[in-house]
């Protein structure tokens, strides 16, 4: 059974030298892609650089809405770079996030429509976070089809059904991540119920938001299967099936 992990961040210095076991046991698990996702020119670099030397894994490039406000001045240069050269499968990780007020709003949005701009330049998938703020990012999106198509997945999502309907209307993927597992998860596990299954991604976030049984625990890509068993249970499908389907929704997103 084949499983892809549609968003983590296997940075180096979370990892170490604990990398290559990372890799080692999510092959054994069964994963068999994973999307490396950059929050700032470095890590995106070194996402690049794995994917570059790794087989079944691929990068995205990006500055998260968090670190926008305190960017080098040659940061979103070098994230071009790497998308314009072919380093990269996917645009982001980008998006709003109200949550936090470590950026303004105005710089958020900024980098948000420049992210979305090389996505469509480009032809790549956006990865896009959304905290508190999926309101206004699924009308930033609108804006953006009227200049034409994109795709994109809201990551690690956790909103409503209506705003998932609003999310597939205009073509979007959504990904879950652990959270989807946690015992007061109820409303989000009926949410992803609602999502057509050639929409679906699972993820996990790494090293963050490890699902049930494992919290507390460091994340890793191997776990991506209690989210997938989770799902699948919650939906009422056999996870063969889940996952034969959450598998080839990211290989054809992000070309795998």
């Not at 508190?132 to 198509?149: F, I, N």
């Not at 956790?158 to 959270?179: N, Q, W």
């Amino acid at each position: 059974m084949d499983l892809v992990d549609s968003h983590c961040h296997l940075d180096p210095m979370r990892y170490g030298a604990d990398l290559p076991d990372v890799l080692t046991r999510a092959r054994t698990a069964g994963v068999v892609g994973i999307v490396v996702v950059g929050t700032r020119a470095a890590d995106s670099e070194a996402a690049a650089s794995l994917a570059a030397r790794e087989p079944g894994v691929v990068a995205a490039a990006g500055i998260h809405p968090n670190d926008t406000a305190d960017v080098e001045a040659d940061e979103w240069d070098r994230v071009v770079a790497l998308v314009e050269r072919g380093r990269a499968a996917a645009v982001g990780e980008t998006g709003l996030d109200w949550y936090r007020t470590t950026a303004p709003a105005e710089v958020q949005r900024d980098f948000f429509d420049r992210h979305v701009r090389l996505a469509q330049r480009h032809g790549l998938p956006l990865v896009i976070h959304t905290r508190e703020s999926t309101r206004d990012v699924l009308d930033l999106l609108r804006e953006a089809r009227a200049r034409g198509p994109f795709a994109a997945v809201l990551h690690s999502f956790t909103g409503t059904a209506a705003e998932a309907a609003e999310a597939i209307d205009l073509g979007c993927h959504l990904g879950f991540a652990g959270m989807v597992t946690f015992r007061s998860s109820a409303s989000l596990r009926e949410t992803a119920c609602t999502v057509p299954l050639d929409r679906l991604l699972v993820e996990t976030d790494s090293p963050f938001l490890s699902p049930e049984p494992l919290r507390g625990r460091r994340n890793e890509p191997a776990h991506v299967i209690h989210t997938a068993a989770c799902l699948a249970l919650a939906r009422g499908e056999s996870l063969a099936t889940f996952a034969a389907a959450t598998t080839a929704n990211a290989r054809r997103l992000f070309a795998l």
